[in-house]
């Protein structure tokens, strides 16, 4: 089977939610992907900020190995082994003292709403969120995100969700009401585009809810795990939230979210206030496991803050290079974008086709970048011959 015969025969059958790429994926490793035809891509895409540690690390196809061998699935009406190290990984390696385990981020950021309800009381229900945030497909979090292009059709939405203009503290207190009960933002928003929020700006945000009693809920569904060159986006940015959401690259592909809180605030979500079935699930926290093991050993993130740095140049020649395309850069660790031009966001998406069909898988985020988030194993010269590549795109394209 050919990439054209999977495509005619996924298309004959899927609800088309989807607008994928012409080629089925049959193969990874690293920061390489192959197709049904055989063809080769260098993964800046990475499954959408997801397998962080590359396709099948051999550490992390080892331990789901293992434990698929030993026990896949109990539910949470038993304790199991990797649910265990896993929750007490990331409490000792985050603000947190508690931990709740689902599949996905939207998932986590749903757990997040619930205990940010329940733990502040009885008409104290109003969330707000940013302009231009993403936090989920489901009904709750799609209220909660603030693009009406996810809203449209699917009114009337979960009350209690109000957005507030993105990078203006003022805007946000103007919406504080006596019914609010959390701000929740994502550290650098990933998905409108790689606009990161300054520390400043977090910091005012901080103060808004300690001020006003609020929670304050950081998304790092994207940008936690390492992505941004520090375990959690927020450590390098000196600001502690109060409940954090994760997913995406925990399980390195293996569907697994989790949420986060102290132990004062958790203690609001006792026995049959939450619950999922797979939530935590003994194959996925195995390879979560590996995952926070791997990212924590020595040198790791470190080597993230460097390949950003050398990324982070290497896109900056091509804005200067290429004007007519680009105009700069932005974004944190190995989660970056490069600024479009109005003729280069007028033709971002055919930007990524020719991409594409020179072997090299990125996105166009937000309508405005293109958006870089490989493996945070990519070597230098992985990021040059993507940087080539690209170059190559632009000559043509001219
Ligand atoms: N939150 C953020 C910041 C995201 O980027 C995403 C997905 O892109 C989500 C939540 C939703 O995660 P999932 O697709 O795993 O439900």
């Not at 080629?23 to 800046?44: I, K, P």
């Not at 791997?294 to 040198?299: T, Y």
């Not at 031009?341 to 309508?367: D, H, P, R, S, Y």
Request: aromatic share 8%; net charge negative.
């Amino acid at each position: 089977m050919n990439n054209h015969e999977w495509a005619a025969r996924g298309n004959a059958v899927f609800i088309g939610t989807y607008n994928r790429f012409p080629a089925a994926m049959v193969r990874g490793s690293g920061c390489r992907l192959w197709d049904a035809d055989g063809r080769e891509y260098l993964d800046f895409l990475a499954g959408i900020a997801v397998c962080s540690l590359g396709h099948c690390h051999p550490a992390v196809t080892e331990a789901i190995r293992r434990q698929a061998g030993a026990l896949v699935h109990v539910s949470n009406l038993f304790h199991t082994q990797p649910q265990i190290e896993l929750a007490e990984l990331l409490v000792k390696n985050s603000f947190a003292d508690r931990v709740f385990m689902g599949n996905s981020g939207a998932e986590a950021n749903e757990a997040a709403i619930k205990l940010a309800r329940i733990h502040s009381g009885p008409g104290k229900f109003e969330i707000i969120s940013l302009s231009g945030s993403f936090h989920g497909r489901t009904l709750a979090t799609v209220a909660a995100t603030g693009q009406p292009k996810f809203h449209q059709g699917f009114e009337p939405l979960p009350q209690g969700f109000i957005h507030a203009e993105f990078g203006d503290p003022a805007s946000i207190e103007a919406l504080i009401t006596p019914q609010t009960c959390a701000i929740l933002c994502e550290p650098l928003q990933g998905e409108s585009g790689v606009r990161p929020l300054e520390a400043e700006y977090l910091r005012a945000i901080r103060s808004l809810c300690d001020h006003h009693g609020l929670l304050l809920i950081f998304d790092e569904v994207q940008t936690g795990l390492g992505r941004t060159g520090t375990l959690f986006a927020h450590e390098q940015l000196g600001v502690t939230p109060d409940i954090m959401t994760l997913a995406k690259a925990l399980g390195n592909g293996l569907p697994i979210g989790a949420m986060l809180t102290t132990e004062k605030i958790a203690a609001s979500l006792v026995v049959g206030t939450h619950a999922s079935t797979f939530g935590g699930n003994p194959v996925a926290a195995a390879a979560a496991v590996e995952v926070l093991k791997i990212m924590l050993a020595d040198g790791f993130l470190a080597s993230v803050q460097k390949k950003s740095r050398y990324f982070i140049g290497r896109l900056q020649e091509v804005a200067a290079r290429y004007p007519q395309w680009a105009t700069g850069v932005r974004g944190r660790g190995l989660l970056l974008g490069l600024l479009l031009t109005e003729k280069g966001v007028a033709q971002g998406m055919e930007i990524v086709e020719q991409m594409f069909a020179q072997g090299a898988l990125i996105n166009f985020a937000g309508n405005r970048v293109l958006r870089f988030v490989p493996p945070l194993i990519v070597s230098e010269a992985e990021i040059d011959a993507l940087v080539a590549k690209l170059c190559q795109v632009f000559d043509q394209l001219a």
